[in-house]
C-alpha cells in the first residue's frame, strides 16, 4: 500500500477498554495499553472501591486517551442516597435490574440520581467532564434507564458522545455474536439508537466487540471480524486486564488474552490490513 493510498483510505475507529478501576489488575493493563498508544478509550467504573486511587493514574494519559463514564447498575454498590433509600446500597444483578427495567418497575428520577451520582464522583476525580458516557453490560440502553440518561445529558457539556450499542436491525441478521447480539438489540439497542439517531446526538458510527469471553484464547480471530464490520468512526469495545485472581470479576480468566493480543505486532498488522487506525484524542 502507499502513502497515498494510505492516506486517502485508511479509517479510524476508537478502541475503548471498558472497565477501567473495576480492580487493580484490569485498570494497570488499560493504562498499559494507553501509553503504548494501544488503546484510543477507556470507560471507567466510579462506583468502584479502586476508584479513589485508580483515577491518578489516568491524568497523564487524559488529554490523549478518551476517558468515560462506565455508568455501572449491576456491580458494586450505589453512590446516590435516593438509590440507597429506594432499592439498597447494593446493586442489582443483571438479571433483576433487565426484569425491572422492561416491567417499567423503576423510578427515572431515582436512576437520574444515581447518573448524577456518578458523573460527580467523575468530574471531582478528574476535574472534567467525561468524553464519553457508556453503560456497563450495555445497561444504558434499558427502558427508563435510557430516559433518565437522555433527561441528565440534556443539562450536561455539549460535545459529549454516548455510546449506542448496536448497528440497528443488522444485528438480528448477524450470526456473529449470535445469541448476545441479537439479544442487546432487541432489549432496547435498536431503540437507544433510534433515539440517538431522532435527537442528533454525538454517538459512534458503528458498534462491535461482542463475542462469547470463553474463546478469548482465539480473540485475534474475532477482533479481524469487528474490523471486517467496523465503519469509519466507528468503535470496538473490549476488556483488557492483567491476569487476575479476582473471582468477583466474571472475565478474570480471559482479559489478559485480549491484553496480550493489543499488545503484539499481529494487532497492529490487523489494523493496517482492514485500513483503520485508532482514533486519537488530541491533547489540548
Known sequence: MTLLTSLIENKHITLCADDYAQNISISEGIV???EKGRISATSCMVNSKAWNEAHQALHPIQS???IGLHFNL???DAL???WKKN???QLPGMASLLKQSCLRRLNPEVIAAEILAQLDAYTQAMNAYPDFIDGHQHIHQLPVIREALFAVYADLPPGIFIRKTCNGWLYLLSEDGFPKRQLIALLGGIAFQKRLTHWALPTNSSFSGIYNFKEAANYRHYFKRFLKHSQDGGLIMCHPGNLSEDVSDPLHLYRHHE???FMSDEYLSDLDSHSFQLK?????
Open 80 to 82: 446516590s442516597p435516593s
Open 280 to 284: 486519537r484524542k488530541e491533547a489540548i
Open 259 to 261: 491484553l496480550d493480543y
Open 74 to 76: 449491576t456491580h458494586g
Open 87 to 89: 432499592y439498597g446500597a
Open 32 to 34: 498499559r495499553l494507553a
Open 64 to 66: 490523549t486517551t478518551y
